[in-house]
């Protein structure tokens, strides 16, 4: 079975469980710069450059993702969001692209094969490809609502450095997540899907859309509904949403995707929203309680904990969905159908 066959069979018998935060663990331990920096004589402070620790203090990393399986994740999604040439540039560490994706996503394989060796349950690995801080389709310039810092051509090279990486590290799928504008995404696509060409294989995508407004909309100003419309050719094997605004704001977005939507609906909010100090207060079986809510009314495949989640949280979730049956994945009629902001379905 190819690696998209074996996660649809698993998916097929209940509803799987990704992992949760790495952003607000990793503060937990409360690392200095030095901790970052390493031996690696970067020129700029490394405080806060969590990427880099698959390769100056793995043993970060590696102590959350066990935590995480030990909660009960099916899926771990690699340490490597802002591991990209744009993002990395902040910190002088551009040229260390290749080497913290490909650490990051061995770390996560070895991990993942471990604890699927204990009990045979399979374990996967989700190659975590962030936005960057560059957008597609907007200006930064006010006074030139035309200029763009990158062009499409540049940002796909960008993902499709790091995503060869991920998929040599062992990868088993490439998720493009947070998505806040759409051409970011697409470009983020093209780049999996030559890779997965010049590999000579299927590489599997998952897309996850952040929402900017409680209109539902991302910042590039797409709806969820032309979203999908959008990447449906890419035939990710899921898509859904992530961070935004925490899961009770994403009640309605949730239930849209998983009506239209012919692939799988992964979901993993952030634990509420930050109060006045940047901490999550929400608690794990609150969390639990509001997605559990999703899944009895059958509107997922794969639920988990973005900013905020911790190991509490990813227990209390796969404690609450356990014995519910997952979504199942509609036929919906084959109509043409296009995107702009909005969606537009053409009579067939």
């Known amino acids: 079975?190819?690696?998209?066959?074996?996660?649809?069979?698993?998916?097929?018998?209940?509803?799987?469980?990704?992992?949760?935060?790495?952003?607000?663990?990793?503060?937990?331990?409360?690392?200095?710069?030095?901790?970052?920096?390493?031996?690696?004589?970067?020129?700029?402070?490394?405080?806060?450059?969590?990427?880099?620790?698959?390769?100056?203090?793995?043993?970060?990393?590696?102590?959350?993702?066990?935590?995480?399986?030990?909660?009960?994740?099916?899926?771990?999604?690699?340490?490597?969001?802002?591991?990209?040439?744009?993002?990395?540039?902040?910190?002088?560490?551009?040229?260390?692209?290749?080497?913290?994706?490909?650490?990051?996503?061995?770390?996560?394989?070895?991990?993942?094969?471990?604890?699927?060796?204990?009990?045979?349950?399979?374990?996967?690995?989700?190659?975590a490809v962030g936005p960057t801080n560059k957008t597609l389709s907007l200006s930064p310039d006010v006074n030139d609502p035309g200029f763009r810092e990158i062009d499409f051509d540049y940002l796909k090279d960008v993902y499709r450095e790091q995503i060869n990486a991920l998929l040599?590290?062992?990868?088993?799928?490439?998720?493009?997540?947070?998505?806040?504008?759409?051409?970011?995404?697409?470009?983020?696509?093209?780049?999996?899907?030559?890779?997965?060409?010049?590999?000579?294989?299927?590489?599997?995508?998952m897309l996850s859309m952040t929402l900017t407004d409680l209109s539902g909309r991302n910042l590039s100003g797409h709806t969820v509904e032309a979203f999908w419309h959008a990447v449906r050719h890419a035939r990710p094997v899921t898509i859904g949403l992530n961070c935004s605004f925490g899961a009770e704001q994403l009640r309605p977005h949730v239930r849209t995707l998983s009506q239209i939507c012919d692939t799988l609906i992964m979901v993993y909010p952030n634990a509420g929203l930050p109060n006045e100090l940047g901490e999550y207060d929400e608690a794990p079986y609150t969390t639990a309680g509001l997605v559990g809510e999703w899944a009895q009314a059958g509107q997922v495949n794969v639920l988990g904990g973005c900013c905020g989640s911790t190991p509490a949280h990813i227990k209390a979730i796969a404690d609450g969905v356990a014995g519910l049956a997952p979504r199942a994945v509609p036929m919906p009629p084959i109509v043409t159908r296009l995107a702009g902001l909005e969606p537009m379905t053409m009579a067939a």
Request: aromatic share 8%; proline share 2%; net charge negative.
């Open 1 to 127: 079975m190819t690696i998209r066959e074996t996660f649809l069979a698993e998916a097929a018998k209940r509803i799987l469980i990704t992992d949760g935060a790495f952003g607000t663990e990793i503060q937990n331990w409360k690392l200095s710069e030095a901790d970052y920096a390493g031996s690696l004589g970067l020129a700029k402070d490394q405080k806060g450059n969590n990427d880099i620790l698959a390769l100056t203090k793995p043993e970060v990393p590696e102590t959350i993702h066990r935590a995480y399986f030990e909660a009960g994740a099916d899926i771990a999604e690699t340490n490597t969001f802002s591991a990209n040439r744009i993002s990395q540039a902040d910190y002088a560490a551009e040229g260390l692209v290749r080497e913290i994706n490909l650490e990051s996503a061995r770390l996560a394989r070895r991990i993942a094969d471990e604890y699927q060796a204990k009990d045979g349950r399979p374990r996967f690995v989700a190659g």
């Open 168 to 205: 040599e590290g062992g990868a088993d799928f490439i998720l493009i997540e947070t998505v806040f504008d759409t051409l970011n995404a697409k470009a983020g696509i093209m780049a999996v899907l030559e890779a997965g060409d010049a590999l000579g294989r299927d590489v599997p995508i």
